[in-house]
């Protein structure tokens, strides 16, 4: 099963309540697009038992969108909306 089908949420969980625009396909490969952030997430495990107690997570600061198929990404930015718009708005021409 590939990465992209796991997953699902081309918005990784920034678009809960439904607001954000479309993140339309790649236009270098027609590929999908998916909205990604700097942040960082692990399992805490119980180091005396090894049992898995949490997950942590650390949100992102910084966002892009990048393209699952080969790998273009556009401007960074500080906002979901502006990393979407960044993407959305970019042509063949640039890279």
Known sequence: MEWKMI???VYGGWNDDGDL???K???FCGGIG???DNGVE???IDPETGAYVDMHIEEGDVLWCECEECGSTAKSADTPEEAIANWN???PNER
Request: net charge neutral.
């Open 42 to 44: 692990y399992p805490e």
């Open 34 to 36: 998916v909205l990604c």
């Open 7 to 9: 997953r699902g949420d």
């Open 21 to 23: 625009d479309e993140i």
């Open 89 to 91: 708005r970019r042509t």
């Open 25 to 27: 396909k790649c236009p």
